[in-house]
């Protein structure tokens, strides 16, 4: 299996920047209790979460269409290293919701499946037949 390390990080890219333009517009409108204590009784607290694991597909999608191979494992890759990089920016100076590190591993599962889907949407090469 060869990885393009360059792919999954470009992929992990939109998924921030996707992440980021959500989170500023939830912060702008005043909605930082989300932050804070995600109540998973609450709609919108689930559409948001939803939002930010759509972005987590969508940056594996891209991934797995800069990688040309390996669709889903440069999906997976998206949410290891969105993990990585939140371990990173914080290390254990403030807990984080259990919901977070729910959604974090979902999200992988959600970039995974991204990229599968960026497989399944891959023109044929011209050397393959499609019988």
């Known amino acids: 299996m060869d990885v393009r390390w360059s792919a999954v ?4 890219l939109v998924d921030f920047a996707i992440s980021l333009l959500v989170q500023l517009i939830l912060v702008w409108v005043g909605f ?3 932050f804070s204590a995600p109540d998973v009784a609450n709609p ?3 559409l948001f979460l939803l939002i930010f694991l759509l972005a ?3 940056g594996g999608f ?13 999906g997976l890759l998206v949410g290891v290293t969105g993990i990585l990089v939140s371990m990173v ?3 254990g100076i403030v807990a984080e919701p259990r919901v977070f590190v729910i959604h974090r591993a979902v999200g992988c599962l959600v970039g995974a499946l991204g990229g599968a889907l960026a497989g399944r949407l891959q023109p044929p090469s011209s050397g393959e037949r499609n019988d």
């Open 9 to 12: 990080f470009f992929g992990w």
């Open 32 to 34: 930082t209790a989300f």
């Open 44 to 46: 919108t607290h689930l």
């Open 56 to 58: 987590t597909g969508a």
């Open 62 to 74: 891209v991934a797995a269409r800069f990688g040309g191979q390996a669709f889903a494992l440069h």
């Open 89 to 91: 920016l914080n290390p």
